[in-house]
Every structure is written in C-alpha cells, then in structure tokens.
C-alpha cells in the first residue's frame, strides 16, 4: 500500500506549532509538591488506591515550573520520548484536549505509567539540577484522568483493514502496546492471554493498591472496541498448539513477560513457608478480584515476615504483608545502602541509583542493607520458624560500584522468621512450552533472541518485545519495546513503514 499512514497518534496541528512557556517565573513562584495521601494507619486496612488528586490551583502550578527548556532533556530520560513541555504547556492553559493528544501521540497507556512508573523523565529534568524535579508522572496521570471524565477519550476503531492477521501473545504493557498500535495501523489483532483476565503483570502483579484493576478494565474495553480480540486461558504451547498460529497468523508478537524468578539455594530452602514474591502478590490480587486460585493460601498474617530483595515486588510484597496484618515485616538487601542523593558517579542527568522510600516503606518496615541469608531454620513440624543472616562488608570499585564482599566477622546471627518472599527479580522467560516449541534462539541470558532494531527472532513471522526480549525492566520500556516492536511488524507486513509518512489526512481516513 502506497503512502501508508503514521502508525502512531500523531498530534494535532495545535501540538506541532513551537510553544511558549507556560509562566517563565513558575519554576522560582512554586516548590514541587506532590498529591496528599490517605493515612498509613488507614490505608493499610484495604486494598485501594491512596494517592488523592491535586486540586485545580496546584495542578496549574506544577505544571507552571516547568521551564520549556531549550534542550528538554526529559524527552530522553523517557523510554517513550514524551514530550513533556508541550503537554506541561497545554494543563497549563488548562487546554485538556491538546494535553491529551500530545501525551497520546507517544503513550499508549498513560494511566498506567502515571501510577507505577519510576519517572526516569524526572531524573532528567533539567529543573532537577538545582531544584526538586517538575512533579511529571502525576502531572501525566491528571492528564489522561481529566481526558476520560471529559470525555476526550474514545475508541478509534479503523475504518479499513489491510487484512493481515496478527496474534500478540502476553496481555501485559508490551503486548498490549503492541496489540494497540498493530490495530490502529488497520491489521486485525488477536491477544492470547494465558490467565484469566488480560493486563500480565499490570493486573496479578501490581497490587491493587497501586494500580487499581478498574484502570486495567477500562482500557481493555476500549481496545475492544476499537476491534482487538483477547482471548484469555490461552495458553500457548499448553492448551492453544503454536502450530495453529503459525499457519492462521501472518505473524505472532511474543510478548510475554520475564516471569522465572531468581532463586536463593540456601541450605534449608524447601522448608515450607519459603515462597518467590509474585505467587504470594498474584494470590493476593486474586483474592482481591474475587477469583479463584488451587494452590493453598500464603498469608503473612500473625508472622513475622523476611522480604528478601529491596526492589519495586519487594516494596509491594511489604505493602502487601501489612495489609494481611504481619506481626512484624523486615526487608533484607544485599547491597550496601544507596546514598540519599547523587554522587560523583551519579552525574545529572543520567538515572540515580539513590535510596528510595516507597509508600510501602511507610506503611511500616524494618530494612536492611548489607545483608545475607545463610539457612532457613525449620521447626519440629519442618516450617520455617528462623534465618541464619551475616552482615557484609562491600568493596567498591572506583567508579562508586559495589564490587566484592566479605562477611563480617562476628556479624553472624538467627532472627524469628515464619514467611520469607523471595523478590530478588527475574532470569528469563519461560522456556518450557511455546518457546521451545517454536524453536526460537535465546540469548546468553535466556531470553528470546532478536535483531535489535527489528524484533524480528529467527524464524521469520515471530517477533518479540517486552521483557521476553530485553529481560526484566520497566513498564515505561515494555510499552516503548511493544510500540517499536509493531512498527517493524507492520514494515515486515505491508514493505513499508507506517512511521515514514506523517500525512494528517491520510490518518483521519484511515481511523
């Protein structure tokens, strides 16, 4: 097809046009300020969003600050490459319309990364220098929020279809990304979802407090109408043959996420009370949805719980184990303790590596750092009732790195201890069924291997993004892998790129 349209949202004239500063004086006038919160004492007794909204004054505010900045590096702080000032611009004006097409034309679910993103655009906010960063990821989630009780948000269904079918396997943020921009280029879009519900790892693994499942909800609806199908107990490999979709697809996205979790081979470890994060988080989030599960309950109620890994699923299995009523909740890392602001080795506007205290953290815990787990004790009944831990002692390399480390003499010691959540992150996708079935080559790591700019694995109608491809990262990097990821489809399907022309009103025909 000839001239074929943009496959992104492209944004409206009004968004193109050079913008003018918002307030020059904001950054000076305002500090940043964040959205209150529901209090730890009461939050911690359900299982809702906390964070309020920001009144309309301090919306306008803290969009105020931001500077327009000649250079806005926040663009490239983003995986996405939002454009930040234009969108700052227009909540400034109080112009929700425009706001809402500028951030859309990059991001396809910003109610998501306006919730559990980690904003590496702050990092890079040049305000950030010398000031507290513009305040980006809430100023993201008024936007998208504002735009849905508008009314702004509508389905754009395509008015032609290119015919060529496409299966998107895995319904988290990669796979729906690139279920979203596949379908908006015209192709017909199926989603083959292995658990009950669509969302990976968004709808089982982040809890409920975080991202509210109605969030996830609304979104799929809208996809739906917009024409993508999701098929969900789809288990590919399992009860759906991959044969069948090699010969009914014109290609097949992988996008499943990086769910084989890291071990820690300690004496003791098969006694039981012992459990990896994401089976203790997804059970709770079941539970929450009022769904069933067959494995038996993992509850931190009454125990004194070890979250061993000091991430983002450590910080939730925390949040998590205080809402069961945990009688205590300690947090144990084996790095040393980060600095609490940027080192040398740290430089602006790289993303620093600093200590963070989540709203988890908050809610009550005990962390430490330096720490490693020697054995798990069991009881007479064989279940966990102590660890074995040690202190360490870090050398650091000389760019400011941990390097190697020591146990520290005499530091060796036992602490009560009924349930211990493994979050010490992810090694790969799953290989058994539908990887090994296909054949597709992995990586030194284990992931599924593919040509960097093409996604394209080595069979040739199979591409892959996501954490199946890249390994464990963000939510902001899956939806920017199932975004670029599409484009090479839709160039592998049609011989060209839907990106290469940004022909306004060949998109309106088309959607």
């Known amino acids: 097809m000839r001239n074929r349209i943009h496959l992104l949202r492209m ?33 911690v007794n359900d299982y809702r969003e906390f964070v309020e909204q920001y009144s309309k004054d301090k919306l306008n505010q803290q969009a105020a600050r931001c500077m ?127 658990d009950s519900k669509p969302g990976g790892l968004l709808r089982f693994g982040i809890p409920d407090f975080k991202l509210g499942k109605t969030v996830i909800d609304r979104r799929i609806k809208l996809m739906e109408e917009e024409g993508v199908t999701f098929q969900c107990n789809a288990n590919v490999g399992v009860n759906v043959s991959i044969n069948d979709l090699l010969r009914e697809y014109h290609t097949i996205v992988l996008a499943g996420g990086s769910t084989i979790p890291r071990d820690l081979p300690a004496p003791g470890r098969d006694i039981q009370g012992i459990h990896y994060a994401m089976d203790f988080l997804k059970q709770q989030n079941k539970r929450v949805g009022s769904e069933t599960f067959e494995a038996a309950d993992i509850l931190a109620t009454g125990k004194n719980v070890v979250v061993i890994g000091g991430g983002d699923t450590g910080s939730d299995c925390v949040g998590t184990s205080n809402r069961h009523g945990a009688k205590s909740v300690t947090q144990f890392e084996l790095l040393p303790k980060p600095s609490s602001s940027r080192t040398a080795y ?23 750092w330096a720490i490693s787990t020697k054995e798990f004790v069991a ?14 002692e870090w050398k650091m390399n000389d760019d ?23 979050a010490m992150g992810f090694v790969h996708p799953q290989h058994e069924g539908m990887v090994k079935q296909l054949g597709v080559d992995l990586d ?31 939510v902001v990097w899956a939806i920017s892998e199932g975004r670029e990821c599409a484009r090479q489809v ?22």
């Not at 740290?346 to 430490?368: A, C």
């Not at 700019?453 to 996501?466: D, E, L, M, W």
């Not at 839709?490 to 959607?511: H, I, R, V, W, Y």
């Open 68 to 194: 327009n900045c000649g250079v806005p590096f926040c663009h490239s702080g983003c995986p996405l490459g939002n454009v930040i000032p234009e969108f700052n611009d227009a909540v400034y004006d109080k112009n929700w319309k425009n706001a809402y097409e500028i951030l859309t034309s990059t991001n396809n679910f910003p109610e998501f990364t306006g919730r559990i993103c980690p904003a590496p655009c702050e990092s890079a906010c040049v305000l950030g220098i010398n000031q507290p960063p513009v305040a980006i990821e809430e100023i993201e989630k008024h936007i998208i929020e504002i735009a849905f009780e508008q009314g702004l948000v509508k389905a754009r269904k395509p008015n032609m279809r290119t015919g060529k079918k496409i299966a998107v396997v895995g319904s988290g943020p990669a796979g729906l990304a690139a279920a979203a921009q596949l379908n908006y280029a015209g192709h017909t879009v199926t989603v083959f979802e292995r």
């Open 490 to 511: 839709d160039e592998f399907l049609m011989g060209n790129s839907l990106l290469e022309t940004k022909d306004e009103s060949l998109l309106q025909a088309f959607l």
């Open 346 to 368: 740290m430089p602006w506007p790289t993303y620093p590596m600093i200590l963070k205290t989540s709203s988890s953290h908050e809610e009550g815990v005990e962390r430490h």
């Open 444 to 474: 030194d790591r284990g992931n599924v291997k593919a040509t960097e700019k093409a996604y394209q694995t080595n069979i040739q109608k199979v591409f892959t993004c996501g954490d199946m491809r890249r390994g464990q990262s963000l």
């Open 11 to 43: 944004p409206s004239t009004t968004c193109c046009q050079s913008i003018k500063m918002g307030k020059p004086t904001g950054f000076i006038e305002f500090t940043r300020e964040l959205p209150g919160k529901r209090s730890p004492q009461e939050r």
């Open 400 to 422: 400011g790195r941990a390097a190697s480390f020591a146990e520290v003499p005499g530091s060796e010691r036992t602490i009560p201890c009924e349930l211990v959540l493994l």
């Open 379 to 392: 009881d007479e009944q064989g279940k966990l009732k102590a660890l074995k831990i040690v202190d360490l």
